[in-house]
C-alpha cells in the first residue's frame, strides 16, 4: 500500500520537459513558417541566404540613428536610444531565425519586435490619449509593461498568427498618425509623414507577395522580396520614429525649437531623418 502510495505521488507531479523535446525548439526547420527563399540555396549552412544577409541592414541603420537622435534624446529622454538598441537585437534575432528557421528563432525575431514596438508607445504615445484612468507616462509604461507581458506570454499559443497580430500595430499607428496631423500645414512634417507611410505600403507590399504570392516569384525566380522587405521596413521605421518623435519634442520640449532635417545632405530632403535642436535647451528630464 505505501509502496503504491508513493508512486501515485510521483505520478501526480508534472514532468519537466526531456532534453532532446527542448533542444527541438533550436533545430534547424523547426519553425512552422518557411519563406519564399529556396532553402540552403547559398549555403549548406544557412537555411535562407538573401533573408539572412539583408538582416544586416538593422547593424547599419541603427548606429546612425543613435548618434543622429542623441542630441534630442539627452534634452527628452535617454530612453530614447533604447529603440534603437533594440533593433540591433532584432537584427540578430532575424539573422539566427533566417539562419535555421528555428522555432526558437521565430519566437526571438517577433518577441523582440513586440518590445520594440512597446518601448516606442511607452516613450511617445501622447499623454492626451492615455485613458482616462491613467494619470501619468509612469503608469502608461507599467500599463504597456503588462499588457506586452501577457503579449509575449500569449505568443506561444497559436506561434503562426504571431506576425499577422504584429503588422495590426502599424493600423493603429497609422491611424494615430492622421489624427496627430491632420490639421498640420507644415509642408516638411507632411514629406515625412508621406514618406514613412510610401515605404511602410511597399515593405509590407513586399511582405504579402513573399508570404502569399510565392508560387508566382519562383516562376520568376526571384524568391527575396522577404529580404527586400527587412530593408525597407528598417528604412520606415528610421522615417517614422522620427517623425513620432518630432511631433513628441513639438508637445514635450518646444522650447528647443526642433527642427527636421536629413543626413547626409539636408538640402536632397532625403537621406535618414533626424530632430536639430536650434533653440536653448535646458537638459531637463520630461516623463
Known amino acids: 500500500m505505501e509502496r503504491a502510495a508513493v508512486d501515485a505521488f510521483w505520478r501526480g507531479i508534472p514532468s519537466f520537459p526531456s532534453i532532446d523535446k527542448m533542444a527541438s525548439v533550436f533545430a534547424y526547420e523547426s519553425s512552422q513558417i518557411d519563406w519564399c527563399e529556396d532553402n540552403y540555396r547559398n549555403s549548406e549552412n544557412v537555411v535562407e541566404y538573401f533573408n539572412t544577409m539583408s538582416s544586416l541592414i538593422f547593424f547599419v541603420i541603427a548606429p546612425i540613428m543613435l548618434y543622429l537622435l542623441h542630441p534630442y534624446a539627452k534634452e527628452r529622454n535617454l530612453a530614447v536610444h533604447l529603440v534603437w538598441i533594440m533593433m540591433v537585437f532584432v537584427g540578430i534575432f532575424s539573422m539566427y531565425f533566417h539562419m535555421t528557421l528555428s522555432f526558437m528563432g521565430q519566437m526571438l525575431d517577433e518577441l523582440s519586435i513586440l518590445w520594440v514596438l512597446a518601448l516606442c508607445y511607452s516613450l511617445w504615445f501622447p499623454r492626451k490619449h492615455f485613458p482616462s484612468f491613467i494619470k501619468d507616462r509612469k503608469s502608461f509604461s ?35 498618425l492622421f489624427v496627430e496631423l491632420r490639421n498640420c500645414t507644415d ?97 531637463r528630464k520630461i516623463c
Open 187 to 283: 509642408q516638411k512634417v507632411l514629406r515625412l509623414a508621406w514618406s514613412s507611410v510610401g515605404l511602410w505600403v511597399l515593405a509590407i507590399s513586399c511582405w504579402i507577395s513573399d508570404r502569399f504570392g510565392c508560387s508566382f516569384w519562383q516562376k520568376l525566380d526571384f524568391c527575396y522580396l522577404h529580404g527586400i522587405w527587412h530593408i525597407l521596413i528598417v528604412m520606415a521605421t528610421a522615417y517614422a520614429s522620427t517623425l513620432v518623435a518630432y511631433l513628441d519634442a513639438s508637445l514635450e520640449i518646444p522650447y528647443s525649437l526642433p527642427d527636421l532635417q536629413y543626413w547626409p545632405q539636408n538640402k536632397w530632403s532625403i537621406g535618414l531623418p533626424y530632430i536639430a535642436l536650434k533653440g536653448s535647451t535646458k537638459t
Open 142 to 176: 507599467h500599463m504597456v509593461l503588462i499588457i506586452t507581458v501577457i503579449s509575449s506570454l500569449s505568443s506561444f499559443v497559436k506561434p503562426t498568427a504571431n506576425a499577422y497580430a504584429l503588422n495590426c500595430f502599424t493600423i493603429h499607428i497609422l491611424y494615430f
